[in-house]
């Protein structure tokens, strides 16, 4: 079955502990993407990928990291998160940048205390 | 810079009743529409889509018509179902100068459909 996962689905943390969200594709598409989602803001970008080593910044990168040494894979790095990264993250990925449908995870809730 | 903007919710209708979520957005560029739907505990999922002005996309049916002259992406479907329960989003990517394969959304509609 084609899809995007991630994992954990659920994390509770505290705050400054180091933490790593998985996102996985099968689809050997090119383009993946970590958004955010926040009651009454919707979803914004955190970082995207055009290809393999290929990484930029979205909209609110701040506290967070990417990479992208396969393709298949484009883990989200927390290396000291805060209270204000307590939010529901979302992968995505497409076969290429330009697409007319992004495939989206199911979602990591995390909570930092 | 571009964005787009959602009627709030939530939207509470009857089963059968007729479904109208506004959107409109603001976009430099020629940008593509999309309606994208999350069920409870899940991820987005694309609704439809319409790449370029007078397009209409349709899925499920539910419809969208891409209208730049007012610059609306609304979303219609005639007789909704309990099933239809979720929240909705409407976006936008703008395949211009730099594309970075961004989708902007607007802020999420909750849609609750009652027997």
């Known amino acids: 079955e084609a899809q995007v996962t991630q994992n954990p689905r659920y994390l509770i943390t505290v705050t400054g502990k180091k933490l790593t969200v998985t996102c996985s594709q099968n689809?050997?598409?090119?383009?993946m993407s970590w958004y955010r989602q926040d009651p009454g803001l919707g979803l914004r970008q955190i970082y995207y990928?055009?290809?393999?080593?290929?990484?930029d910044k979205g909209d609110v990168p701040e506290g967070y990291k990417v990479s992208r040494k396969e393709k298949r894979n484009f883990p989200l790095i927390l290396e000291s998160p805060s209270p204000n990264q307590t939010s529901l993250y979302f992968c995505?990925?497409?076969?290429?940048?330009?697409?007319?449908?992004?495939?989206f995870g199911p979602g990591t809730r995390l909570t930092v205390t | 810079g571009d964005s787009v903007t959602q009627m709030e919710g939530p939207v509470t209708l009857s089963e059968e009743a007729f479904l109208t979520i506004n959107c409109t957005y603001t976009?430099?560029?020629?940008?593509?529409l999309f309606w994208y739907v999350q069920y409870p505990g899940e991820g987005l999922q694309l609704l439809l889509k319409?790449?370029?002005?007078?397009d209409k996309g349709s899925n499920k049916g539910f419809e969208a018509t891409y209208r730049k002259e007012t610059t609306s992406f609304h979303l219609e479907k005639g007789s909704v179902q309990v099933s239809d329960s979720a929240v909705y989003f409407c976006?936008?990517?703008?395949?211009?100068?730099?594309?970075?394969?961004?989708?902007?959304f607007g802020q999420g509609t909750t849609l609750q459909v009652k027997p």
């Open positions: 995505a990925s497409s076969p290429r940048a330009v697409s007319y449908e992004q495939y």
């Open positions: 976009a430099t560029g020629y940008p593509s």
């Open positions: 990928s055009m290809n393999v080593e290929v990484t």
């Open positions: 976006a936008l990517s703008d395949h211009g100068r730099k594309n970075t394969g961004k989708l902007i």
């Open positions: 689809m050997n598409h090119e383009y």
């Open positions: 319409a790449t370029k002005a007078d």
